[in-house]
């Protein structure tokens, strides 16, 4: 059943924003804390190698084993998501790792006779696990991703190589949600419309679009203004 999101007049939305601690790259944006930036992505070896430094709070990128994380010395840090990059013929042993913090898995293909993206979003989903989905899908994938995800409890992460791609994956998840083309949206996402969100609306979007990883979050950020979105 498709949600009903309402555009009307743009306002003031605050913490409601539909950009509010989305983007997310491995630069030290705290700074602009309350804007569109979200924790930035430290790895976990980094981690490691950062004894008696605080590294405040955190997306971890999973490139060592978690358990070294709780034996040995590292960091001190809040971890709000953990990431990890999975192939996809070790994705039983990625949805088993115990963590203290919510899982965002990006299944790499491996040509283990893989499942197709939405495929392995609907398992991910199934099991409490937050699907990741890497840039440089098809619009038809991608659509039928967020398919699965606009009927999930668990919302989903995404990296994206530019602003555009930022902007396909809002104008897309707000399609997913209304029940319009999803395809449509993802090839012609329109600013406007997405600036028109109203307060409850964007939050509902961003229940679904959990943060957008992206190279440089600062350029992204100020294209994403330049082009109405706040």
Known sequence: MAIPLSLGVPRSRGP???LADLLSGTRDTSPAAGGAFGPRVVAASALLDAVGTDAGRV??????DPAVLR??????YEAV????????GQLGDAVALRLPSPLAVF????GSDDAGLAETAQHLADVGRIPGLASGHSIGEVADFLAVLAHADVGYVARARDTAEVLALLSGTVASLRGDDVRAA???PDPTRLASLIPEAAEAVREVLLGVEVDDPVLVAGELADAGLR
């Open 16 to 18: 409601q924003s539909l």
């Open 59 to 64: 997306i971890v990128g999973l490139d060592v």
């Open 71 to 76: 034996t040995s010395e590292q960091a001190s």
């Open 81 to 88: 998501r953990f990431h990890l990059d999975c192939p996809a």
């Open 107 to 110: 299944v790499v293909a491996d």
């Open 186 to 188: 993802l090839a012609t």
